[in-house]
């Protein structure tokens, strides 16, 4: 529940963070977007501005030609005209109609005709484009036109004027003496020399004396000039703008449309120019539509996606990181519970075990108690045994025969042998009733006092004694007299018998611990006993060599009682190695 | 007496059937030769060029080129050459046309061209004016007129030599100019040209001198005696049998002191200024006419136009040798050798 809480937290927070700053990112390209279009926009009205000036200054050069000199010849035209189709690439037709009385028709005809235009005649235009001329004297034939192909040669020879279409607009030029007029020229239908959709700019040539700019009356205009113009040209200043709805109006008429246009669109961004061409006014509408659509959505969503991505794996992180908290706390739960199981039955078994060594203690120190009190006990009767067997044996000796004697003897053989046991006996019992009191102790010293009084149990034996020098240790000194004693009065009893019986005691170091050693060069043992060595009344020889059996079982518990260790090493008649710690 | 008679007979044989059997092997040979040219096989449109020379005529080719290069994908084309320059008496003219004729019946064409003069002479104002396939000529000198044009069923592009451009540039070059000699061969169509100039230059305040000579002494003369005008036209040396290039080249270079200008090409060793005419420009305008047509364009709407480019060369060794100078304009724009 506190994880789902948590995540669901997690996912929240992230989704609102990526949606926050998505939603920046996009605002802030949506002020780009909106920015980019008002600057396409005024880019598009200053190119047309800057178009039709130039158009205005390629006018006045072309007017000059034809004010230089009264005779322009068709190269002359073609050369110039070639020039400003090259430099001015969205005029797509030039057109010149010189002004000429009807009264001259006949003669001008006659000119042309000779100078090889063969069967030419000055003529009206089409049916279907025709509207009649207002002048009756003048007509203003299209003499020129560039670039001259089948299609514009069609218009050669035809009064202007009576061109319908454009007739308005040619009427004020011609008429009104207004110095230039655009007009968009409907397709009206399948008429040569006429595409869908032309614009024309048409503008009165003056007499040479008269400025643009001083143009007042009719009679000061010898020619009218058209040029065709493709705004499709002008329209686009990058391609990004090809997205722009544009929409044109001159006279309040619509002049040219691109893209659908939907004014007052609540998803739309309009903005108004107006632009003021020799008295017309060109209203340029620009209409970003859906906004929306041109922002670069990239980035935005990009910011959305990776912000998303990382909520998700945020989340998980989140969920991974609770469900191990989770389960950690689960574990420490069970484990405590283990642990606090396992405590109390530690507890309980090692109550058990206090209790069971308590017993055993009892029962030990019982034993001990019982085996001090036989041996002590023992002592009186043996004593009596002993002491009237050697009585028996010096009042009666006489009496006895051979076979009384051996029998007496083998009495008082016994009660010297179970003497030397009980005295075993009590002495191993000690061991563990003794009081302790480890001090500092010179095991040379203790070990050379030791080994004096051993080795004169052996008087026809001349023993090789080395004792290391300057052994010392910690414990007690009574108990580790008896140590000593024990095995070095083991390697004096089994080195007896050598040649040259040797007893060595010394100290080797083992993984940075004392390891006190006794090697003897007597018999040795069969390693295959060493688990009897240390129990008590277990014997590895025979007869041959005396001894209870019990010694080696008190040094090893006289050694347990130190902390230490003991275990030997040896080899039948390669003699043997007894090592001992001391903890 | 017999073999007299005998040499009159045969004289009559030989005047009689020389031509004949002169016109039947040109025809086999060349006249009326065909090439069909199939621009793409897979138009459904026709079109037949009648060409008035023979292929490998300079004029003839440049049309022609002009004429394939507007064609090429529009339609199927079948050429025909009348070979009317190295065949240049009536009877073969006619001939040639009515050769030409049978051909264009059977092949049924959208459209017909026709290059040069006597191709409207001997083929179209002879059958097919005012008929209901549309015509286009071009390369016709200076006037339609005399093959009976407009018709109803044609149009095209008349060859006028560039008089008043010429005029211009001259005035480009050296100013004002009020005389002008032109230094010509005596013969008919020099006449004829000459009247076009004078009568050109004449509304444009220069007089014109006519000087036609027969032999080369004649003309270092009057070469030498022009030199007062402000300028010389060098027309054509066709017919001064005695021409010798290199020694008139030299000669004109040693004492040409005033602009000289030519209208033909070949005159330009002897010319600083030289304007002439393009026959590729013919032959586009026609190929252009005839896509316009086969497109739908009415070709009544289509008025009979004349060339208007022009090729201009300047002969520097010329200029340099007499101390003109010619304007940039010029220069720039004009061709060096010829």
Request: hydrophobic letters at 40%.
């Amino acid at each position: 529940m506190k994880i789902t809480k948590t995540l669901t937290l997690t996912l929240a927070a992230g989704i609102f963070i990526s949606l926050l700053l998505s939603s920046l990112m996009f605002q802030y390209e949506l002020d780009v977007a909106e920015e980019r279009f008002s600057g396409q926009a005024n880019a598009v009205t200053e190119n047309i501005k800057n178009s039709l000036s130039n158009i205005l200054i390629a006018d006045d050069k072309l007017s000059f030609l034809f004010q230089a000199t009264d005779d322009v010849t068709d190269e002359d035209f073609l050369v110039q005209s070639r020039v400003l189709l090259a430099q001015i690439p969205y005029i797509k037709k030039i057109v010149y109609a010189p002004k000429i009385r009807k009264s001259h028709l006949e003669a001008e005809e006659k000119k042309l005709r000779n100078a090889g235009y063969t069967g030419f005649k000055f003529r009206s235009f089409p049916e279907n484009l025709s509207a009649k001329s207002r002048l009756s004297e003048i007509i203003f034939p299209v003499r020129l036109i560039q670039p001259f192909t089948p299609y514009t040669a069609t218009w050669l020879g035809r009064d202007i004027l009576t061109f319908g279409p454009a007739q308005d607009a040619l009427q004020k030029v011609v008429l009104n003496a207004e110095k230039g007029k655009i007009v968009h020229l409907k397709q009206p239908g399948n008429v040569s020399g006429v595409e869908a959709d032309e614009y024309y700019l048409f503008t009165p040539v003056t007499f040479p004396d008269i400025t643009r700019s001083h143009l007042k009356k009719s009679e000061d205009i010898f020619a009218v000039l058209g040029y065709q113009l493709d705004f499709s040209e002008l329209l686009f200043v990058e391609d990004g703008d090809k997205n722009i709805a544009k929409h044109f109006e001159l006279d309040g008429k619509t002049l040219y449309d691109y893209g659908v246009f939907r004014s007052g669109s609540l998803f739309s961004t309009d903005l108004n120019h107006t632009i003021d061409f020799e008295g017309q006014r060109i209203n340029l509408r620009y209409q970003l539509k859906s906004p929306i659509s041109h922002v670069d959505l990239r980035i935005p969503l990009l910011i959305l996606f990776f912000g998303l991505l990382i909520t998700i794996l945020g989340s998980f992180v989140v969920k991974g990181h609770l469900e191990r908290l989770a389960l950690l706390s689960e574990q420490n739960k069970l484990i405590e519970n283990k642990v606090a199981e396992k405590t109390a039955l530690l507890e309980e078994q090692s109550n058990q075990i206090n209790k069971a060594f308590d017993h055993q203690l009892a029962i030990s120190r019982e034993l001990e108690s019982f085996s001090y009190s036989i041996s002590h006990d023992l002592r009186a009767p043996l004593r009596s045994i002993s002491g009237f067997a050697n009585a028996l044996n010096e009042d009666y000796g006489n009496l006895l025969d051979e076979q009384g004697i051996d029998m007496l003897q083998r009495v008082q053989n016994g009660a010297e042998k179970m003497s030397v046991l009980i005295d075993d006996l009590l002495s191993l019992s000690r061991v563990a009733r003794q009081a302790f009191n480890r001090t500092d102790i010179s095991l040379s010293d203790l070990a050379q006092q030791q080994i004096g009084e051993i080795i004169e149990n052996y008087p026809t034996i001349v023993f090789d004694v080395e004792i290391e020098k300057g052994l010392t240790t910690r414990g007690d000194r009574n108990l580790i007299g008896i140590v000593l004693n024990n095995l070095l009065g083991n390697a004096a009893k089994y080195a007896s018998k050598s040649d040259k019986p040797k007893i060595e005691l010394g100290v080797q170091d083992q993984d940075g611990s004392k390891v006190f050693f006794v090697r003897d060069n007597g018999v040795g043992f069969d390693m295959a006993y060493k688990n009897k060595l240390f129990v008590a009344f277990q014997r590895l020889h025979g007869p041959e060599f005396e001894g209870t059996g019990i010694g080696l079982a008190t040094v090893q518990r006289i050694i347990n009682r130190h902390g230490g260790k003991i275990w030997a090493e040896s080899e039948l008649g390669e003699g043997a190695t007894f090592y001992f710690t001391l903890g | 007496m017999i073999r007299h008679c005998t040499l009159i007979s045969l004289s009559l044989f030989l005047n009689l059937a020389l031509p004949v059997v002169s016109f039947a092997n040109s025809s086999a040979n060349s006249s009326g030769e065909t090439a069909e040219t199939s621009l793409d096989a897979g138009a459904s449109k026709k079109c037949v060029l009648v060409m008035s020379y023979h292929k490998g005529y300079e004029w003839n080719d440049g049309i022609e080129s002009g004429v394939i290069e507007k064609l090429a994908g529009v339609c199927q084309l079948k050429k025909i050459y009348m070979d009317t320059k190295r065949n240049t008496g009536v009877v073969f003219g006619k001939a040639a046309g009515s050769k030409a004729k049978r051909i264009i019946d059977k092949f049924k064409p959208d459209i017909l061209i026709a290059a040069d003069d006597n191709a409207s002479r001997y083929l179209v104002q002879r059958f097919y004016k005012d008929s209901s396939l549309p015509v286009i000529f071009c390369g016709v000198n200076w006037s339609a007129e005399e093959y009976g044009y407009p018709y109803q069923n044609a149009t095209g592009m008349v060859e006028v030599a560039p008089i008043s451009p010429l005029l211009k540039n001259i005035q480009r070059s050296i100013g004002v100019v009020k005389q002008g000699v032109y230094l010509s061969s005596d013969v008919i169509t020099e006449h004829t040209d000459y009247l076009r100039y004078e009568k050109e230059y004449i509304e444009h305040g220069v007089t014109l001198k006519p000087v036609f000579v027969s032999n080369t002494i004649d003309w270092k003369r009057e070469f030498v005696n022009a030199q007062k005008a402000d300028f010389i036209i060098v027309g054509n040396n066709g017919g001064i049998n005695d021409w010798d290039e290199p020694d008139i080249t030299q000669f004109v270079l040693r004492n040409s002191k005033v602009l000289t200008v030519t209208n033909y090409q070949w005159m330009m060793s002897y010319a600083m200024l030289g304007m002439t005419k393009n026959a590729r420009e013919q032959g586009l305008w026609a190929g252009d006419v005839a896509v316009a047509v086969l497109g739908g364009l009415s070709i009544t709407d289509i008025p009979v136009t004349i060339n208007k480019s022009w090729y201009l060369f300047v002969n520097t060794d010329l200029l340099n040798a007499a101390g003109i100078s010619l304007s940039n304009r010029i220069l720039n724009h004009a061709y060096k050798s010829w």
